[in-house]
């Protein structure tokens, strides 16, 4: 075929495109879920299914907040948005299998949806969504919240489908997928985990952000069998922490990218997220976390990094924070090694223990409960659970802050190990 002049090109292009755009269309839709209420000073999760956009199209943007009966966005300081996940029902997930496929998240974090021109996440009006939320209650009394959400959704107009590709560095091991950085390290000195995923099919990674939790630095995609790195999302701190504190504060903005031509990965190659912490203090129920939209096509070898258009926010290093326990630990000092964790309470809040010991909690409430240190000489948790033991073992000198991290003004203790 002769060579067109550009201009020619775009002019044949139009025309052939034109009865399509005469109807393609972008639309905000806004989606409002039924009330969910939180308890004071607490944290409400649960899944529900919830609308979508009833007609086939594409979602090209999603954004979510929590508004009130009135449709005001809530501040911080009432009910929070902590985490939220939506799905799609009875579609299988890229990373971890099963019949739920996670296309949009949120965290403190406001990273907002967003492909590149031309690319959309395709929609049946016969699609099933749900949603994963965990809101936190700032005040001290019972709040009502309703999870918005607004879809950008194209319709009459065909983009090229992209899949969702989750990559955790828990890498699919259940719903509450965290980690504790131990801390005690020096001045700047880091924590790092990773997980890595083999590409099953090759094609390009056209938008992706991240998600990390207090102290975290950034979260790392690389391409190990290339040996690239081709995109980090770091953090923006800052702005009013609400209180009480009932969490490390976490970033309030994750930097994220989005590319036309996407950053190529081949089929087989290993793709290996990093989270990487400041490691010079505890920072329990962490998280390492990357969302990335991908587009297959035909990819061989190790190809360029593109220039990525970055939506980067204002990065600097997470200001360190000292959590303060939300009330005093009360009673008197217990040398026990062991206490019960009930509803909701520790059985003993005060504990002197020698170096070296190993202690134990007896877990037997009607609800979910969990022990976090937040601050002492050595970050470790226990995970959400109704039964069953936990136990550590104290080889660090020093005073252990601990809470229950879904019932932070209610369930606290103190270990002093000497
Ligand atoms: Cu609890």
């Not at 905000?28 to 939180?38: D, E, I, N, W, Y």
């Not at 083999?198 to 975290?216: A, D, K, N, Q």
């Not at 505890?282 to 939506?311: K, N, S, W, Y």
Request: hydrophobic share 40%.
């Amino acid at each position: 075929m002769a060579r067109l002049p550009r201009f020619l090109l775009l002019l044949v292009a139009a025309a052939l495109a034109a009865p399509a755009l005469a109807q393609a269309e972008e639309r905000t839709l806004t989606f409002t879920t039924g009330a969910v209420s939180v308890d004071g000073y607490g944290v409400a999760q649960a899944p529900m299914l919830v609308d979508s956009p009833r007609v086939d199209g594409y979602v090209v943007g999603m954004e979510t907040e929590v508004v009130d009966a009135a449709g005001q966005v809530q501040g911080r300081d009432k009910v929070m948005l902590h985490h939220i996940v939506f799905a799609k029902v009875g579609v299988r997930d890229y990373t971890c299998g099963g019949s739920v496929e996670r296309f949009f998240a949120e965290g403190e974090e406001r990273l907002a949806l967003s492909m590149p021109r031309g690319y959309g996440y395709a929609n049946k009006a016969t699609d099933r969504w749900a949603l994963l939320y965990m809101l936190m209650n700032h005040k001290p009394q019972k709040l009502t919240g309703y999870i918005r959400y607004t879809v950008r959704y194209v319709t009459g107009e065909s983009l090229t489908p992209v899949k969702p590709i989750w990559l955790d560095v828990r890498n699919c091991s259940g719903p509450d997928p965290v980690f504790d950085v131990p801390g005690g390290g020096k001045t700047f000195s880091t924590f790092t985990k990773t997980a890595d995923f083999t590409m099953p099919e090759s094609g390009r990674l056209v938008s992706g952000g991240g998600h990390l939790h207090g102290g975290g630095l950034r979260v790392e995609l690389r391409n190990a069998t290339c040996g690239t790195k081709p995109f980090e999302s770091r953090p923006t701190w800052g702005g009013p922490i609400p209180r009480p504190v009932l969490h490390e504060p976490g970033p309030r903005k994750m930097s994220a990218f989005t590319s036309v031509t996407g950053i190529p990965v081949a089929k087989g190659q290993k793709l290996r997220l990093a989270a990487v912490y400041d490691n010079s203090a505890p920072h329990t129920r962490a998280m390492g976390i990357m969302l990335l939209f991908f587009a297959p096509a035909e990819v061989q070898g190790c190809g360029e990094t593109p220039e990525l258009d970055i939506d980067l926010g204002r990065p600097t290093a997470p200001r360190l924070f000292t959590m303060p326990l939300p009330r005093a630990p009360r009673g008197a000092v217990s040398k026990a090694t062991s206490t019960y964790v009930g509803d909701f309470r520790y059985g003993v809040e005060r504990v002197l223990l020698k170096r070296g010991t190993t202690f134990t909690w007896r877990f037997l409430g009607a609800f979910a409960h969990d022990v976090t240190v937040i601050g002492g000489p050595e970050g470790f948790s226990a995970p959400w659970t109704t039964a069953g033991v936990f136990k550590h073992r104290f080889t660090k000198s020093g005073t252990y802050k601990l809470f229950c991290s879904l019932h932070p003004t209610r369930m606290v203790q103190q270990i002093t190990v000497r």
